[in-house]
Every structure is written in C-alpha cells, then in structure tokens.
C-alpha cells in the first residue's frame, strides 16, 4: 500500500554525480517501501523532509540557517563529505540539527542504513553548541536583496534607507553567520537560503 504523503528530498552537492547516484539509491529504497519520493530543486530545498547539504572536509554547517521564514517541523539534515574523515581531524561547528554525515566513500548500504535509522529515530540530541541565528525583519529584507543579485545601493533604495545601513546590517549578518568575508556570505546566500 503506497503512502499518501511523499517524501519530498532535496540534495545540495557540488558532486552532480554523487548525487544523481544518491537519487536514484532513495527513491529505490523508498519505491520498495511503498513510499513515493519527490525530488526538490535547490532553490526550493527548505520544503524538503530530507536535506543532503555538501560541506567542505573540516568545515561545518549550521542547518538552523534553512529556516529564516519557515515555521515548520524541520526535515533530517545529512552533511556530505568529499572524503572519510581522518581519525586526527576534530570536527568543528556541528549544527544541532546535523543527523548524520555521509562521506561520499561510503558503501550504499552503509548510507542507506544511517538514513532510514535516523528516519525511523526523530529524535534531536544536544551534540553541539549551535544555536538558532534569529534575524531581524530588516536583515531578512537585506539577505532576500542579495539573493536576487541587488547591490548594496539598489538594496537602500529599495529599503528607503542609505547604503551605509544596509552595509551595517550586512556586517551583523556576517557577524551572526560566522562568515569572514563577503565570498562565505554570499556563497551561503545563493547555495543555501
């Protein structure tokens, strides 16, 4: 008996080819469940119940930045890794949020086995020091003005302010973010909100 509700997956890789595999590996999985898959474009991943986010080795990702107007439950969040990941690295940043990482040398079995165990256990531990990023009405108007490629002066004119305010809350984005520079701003910008 086929389940009513798909699962709706979305994956952010900048391996095409990894996640073309990983694809066509759930919807299998699912198809033998009797469970329908949906497919989400990047763009539209923050409606997905299964988020894949690629992340450099060594680099963390706070997934609590998916939700800067959603008010839902949020989906399982899996990292991917280009490599397996060394014995002597320490990772840093784990988002809350984060159920698993998948490394892209792991056997298909393995993968599917850590996704199904996080689906059929929900529950969030504590296994970071993330916490939710809240941003202000005005800095979600300044990011919404990036994401559609506005520079800074066509984003004041559009907000009725002045350029220096919108850099202002540009810098305490970045700040909140994490972020060191403009390239990590709008990077996280275009590939994740």
Known sequence: M???KPIKISIHGSNSYFSLGLTNILKDEFNKKSTATDIIESKNGVYADIIF????QGEGICFCNYFLTQN????LFFSIKTQGNPSNKIRFNQCILEREVIHQD????????M???CLNNKKITDKSNCSKIYFSKREIDII???KKSLSIPEIARKL???PKTVSGYKIAIMHKMGFKNNAELYRWIMNVI
């Open 2 to 4: 086929k389940s009513e």
């Open 115 to 117: 996704i199904i165990n």
């Open 72 to 75: 839902r439950k949020p989906p």
């Open 160 to 162: 009725g302010v002045s």
């Open 106 to 113: 792991i056997s298909i079995s393995s993968a599917i086995d």
């Open 144 to 146: 919404r003005g990036f």
């Open 53 to 56: 986010q690629h992340s450099p």
